[in-house]
């Protein structure tokens, strides 16, 4: 299953999409890790970090604008830490140049704080959408269950994945009648709107899931999960995703 | 407050994800063993509500939002683990999907929101029922103050992870994040209330459910007042005996600018002080620890110092070594006469340059009796406040 605003792109044949979801989660968590912890003062590693992944989205033909739009979300994040951290010495005894407003102290450590930040920050983004929008969500949670992630969360998180849309679809609904209705008024006004918008929503999702139990214990569920389709490792999966470990590996170790 | 990836350090998220793997663990580990197969759907079922109810934005001040976060709501309708799972649910889906919150840091998101904010903010909630009657509105006024609790607490956790991080000094991002969490907190608080008042009017069953709480609209007045006296007892006694040491201790990172920077302090303090516009040198230091700074040139200049430098304005001694001493502010005469305050350059020290460095409290061993005491009658003066508007309240309703 897939929706039009999770996991869009996951159906377009490239050769990214065809790697098997395990290799690409493994590979996906090791590139952050390997970008998390890259000290930024050295540039060049960070240049091949998004070396490698500019040819990652290249070969995946994920559209630009689908990219950008997730980058957007760390960016309140980013603004408030930017507002801040070059104002703030971040080793002892550095000395700060005044900059004339309101006593406040420019230092160079800070700024390479916030840019070193800003890169892993985004690198981490880019990790995240170059495996969830080449992997169609069931094979990933597929693929994280032969990871040994534990079974039963792969199951509640597969419920919550395939409700999620409906809710979401709902709350859409709820708040166009909403605002049909001319909100407005005051705050404590506002607050009782959402308190009972909220409300509702949790008795309809209760309810909902009583019924999917109905309907599961009606078809035999017994606590236990089986699954049809068991991945297969291939050969050039593994290869490739060997491949890729070891240029992660080269670039963190080398430069 | 979610974090991305990079922003808390490796330590910090590796310690998160630990405490996150546990207390996740555990609550699936109750959710398969449970009898209840019904749990398995519901659960997946209320993530996929609350990852919608958390696209619910209201405004805050100054054109920024908060959205609903739902721990509370969550732990009061579904149970305290349960809702831990529910949002560690979410917050998986919210990082795989928008990549908000990024995959090294999703330990410490789901420690912050799940952890703290369902976990503590229940517990809060089953303490605040202590002392509330076990009735509708006792039910809601302790959901209220739990979901407001939880909202601050999961944004001061969240600061404490960026401060030890390194990134942010802990002076700033802590009163930031828990002043703005606390006007978005008044708004996940109404929401919550409302919606538990809509979910009890259509599903008593449960809330029932709940130990603590109650959808009873009479008052069990049975055993109020022993829980009131308890409670204030145990008020008082963290007032009395806790208070005097949650101000003055350095933290961590504090500790480590200490040690570095104390020496060159110390020389610059005996400089300062030897000035003859200088009257008074203010040094804020560890209770317990005598910090002595000798007067070099011989005269008898008035020294007067702040507490925790009693020491100091009664003798002339000689310099302590490893003095700890963290942080300093000098108060010279202008020559109008009038006091004039002047920072201390402490060269050498972490965070003091950051704009308010200065607003830590300094008390000397001989304070803790005045600080124990101002805490008691605080305890007590808050006390009485509260308990007569909740009586009035309780008055107006019969």
Same mark, same amino acid.
């Given at each position: ?32 890790v ?6 930024v003062?050295r ?15 290249l ?5 630009l604008?689908?990219i950008?739009?997730r980058?957007?979300?760390?960016i ?6 930017a507002l ?17 407003v309101l006593?406040?102290?420019?230092y ?12 892993k920050a985004f690198?981490g983004?880019l ?16 693929g ?12 509640l ?18 708040k ?13 006004w ?41 991945l297969?490792?291939?050969g050039?999966?593994a ?5 890729f ?5 080269a ?5 | ?11 910090i998220?590796?310690?998160s !994800? ?18 209840d ?19 619910l ?15 509370v709501? !969550? ?11 529910? @949002?560690a649910?979410v917050?998986?889906l919210?990082? @795989?999907?928008f ?20 976990? @503590?903010g ?9 002392i ?11 959901? !209220?103050?739990?979901?407001?609790f ?5 944004a001061?956790?969240?600061?404490v ?16 994040m ?5 006007l978005?907190?008044?708004g ?6 409302v919606?538990?008042a809509?979910v ?7 809330i029932a ?8 609209t ?7 007042w ?8 145990a008020?008082v006694?963290l ?11 350095p933290?961590?990172l504090e500790k480590k ?13 005996k ?7 200088v009257?008074?040198?203010?040094v804020y230091?560890n209770?317990?620890v ?6 070099t040139?011989?005269?008898p200049h008035r ?18 070594e ?5 942080a300093?502010?000098v ?11 002047k920072?201390f ?22 304070d ?9 009658i ?9 308990? !007569?508007?909740?009586?009035a309240v309780?008055?107006r309703?019969?």
């Open positions: 299953m897939k929706h039009s605003f999770l996991d869009k792109y996951s159906d377009i044949d490239s050769p990214m999409q065809r790697v098997d979801a395990r290799v690409k989660a493994v590979c996906a968590l090791v590139m952050i390997a970008i998390v912890t890259t000290p003062e540039v060049l590693p960070f240049a091949a970090y998004f070396a490698i992944l500019a040819t990652v989205f070969l995946s033909r994920i559209p604008a689908h950008a739009a980058l957007v979300i760390v309140p994040f980013l603004l408030c830490f801040v951290t070059p104002f703030v010495p971040h080793y002892s005894g550095e000395p700060g140049q005044a900059i004339g006593s406040l102290k420019y160079p450590s800070g700024m390479i704080v916030l840019v070193s930040v800003t890169a690198g983004v990790c995240i959408v170059a495996l969830t929008a080449t992997t169609p969500f069931a094979e990933l949670l597929r994280l269950e032969r990871l040994r992630v534990p079974r039963l969360f792969l199951v998180l597969s419920f919550a994945y395939r409700y999620l849309f409906l809710f979401v679809d709902e709350m859409e609904r709820m166009r009648a909403r605002d049909a209705r001319s909100f407005g008024g005051s705050r404590w506002h607050a009782r709107v959402l308190g009972r918008m909220t409300g509702t929503m949790f008795l309809r999702s209760f309810e909902r899931g009583e019924r999917v139990y109905g309907a599961m214990a009606a078809r035999g569920f017994d606590g236990t999960f089986h699954s049809v389709r068991p297969r490792l291939g050039a999966d290869a490739s995703g060997a491949a470990l070891a240029l992660v590996a670039v963190w170790f080398v430069f | 407050m979610h974090i991305p990836d990079g922003f808390a350090s490796m330590p998220n590796i310690a !994800a630990a405490a996150s793997v546990a207390v996740v663990g555990y609550a699936l580990k109750r959710a398969g063993k449970s009898l197969q019904k749990k398995i759907p519901l659960l997946g079922v209320v993530a996929a509500f609350i990852f919608a109810a958390q696209m934005n209201f405004p805050v001040i100054a054109g920024t939002s908060g959205h609903f976060v739902g721990a709501l !969550a732990a009061v309708l579904l149970g305290p683990f349960e809702a831990v799972l529910v @949002l649910l917050l998986v919210q990082c @795989l999907m990549a908000d919150g990024g995959i090294t840091a999703l330990g410490s998101n789901i420690f912050n929101m799940g952890v703290v904010g369902a976990l @503590l229940y517990a809060a909630f089953r303490g605040v029922m202590v509330l009657p076990k009735n509708k509105s006792g039910t809601l006024t302790a959901a !209220a103050i739990a979901a407001w939880s909202t601050v607490a999961a001061v956790s969240c600061a992870m960026l401060g030890a991080s390194g990134r942010y000094p802990f002076e700033l991002a802590v009163p930031a828990a002043g703005v969490h606390a978005i907190g008044i996940e608080a109404a929401i919550t209330v919606a538990l809509l009890m009017a259509a599903r008593p069953e449960l459910a709940r130990p603590g709480a109650s959808v009873q009479r008052t069990a007045a049975t055993g109020v022993g829980v009131v006296v308890a409670g204030l007892g008020a006694v007032a009395v005996i806790v208070s005097p040491y949650a101000c003055s201790d933290d961590g600018a200490i040690g570095e920077s104390a020496r060159r302090f110390v020389e610059a303090a400089a300062e002080i030897s000035k003859p516009e009257v008074k040198v203010e230091a209770p317990g005598a910090e002595e700074i000798e007067n040139d011989g005269e020294i007067l110092c702040a507490a925790g430098m009693d020491a100091l304005a009664k003798t002339k001694v000689k310099e302590v490893n003095a700890e001493i963290f300093g502010r108060v010279s005469t202008e020559a109008s006469g009038a006091l004039h305050e920072k350059e402490q060269q050498g020290a972490v965070w003091t340059h950051s704009p308010i460095a200065d607003y830590r409290l300094n008390i000397s061993d001989k803790y009796l005045k600080v124990g005491l101002a805490g008691l605080g305890t007590i003066l808050a006390f009485g406040i509260a308990f !007569a508007m909740f009586s309780r008055g309703k019969r």
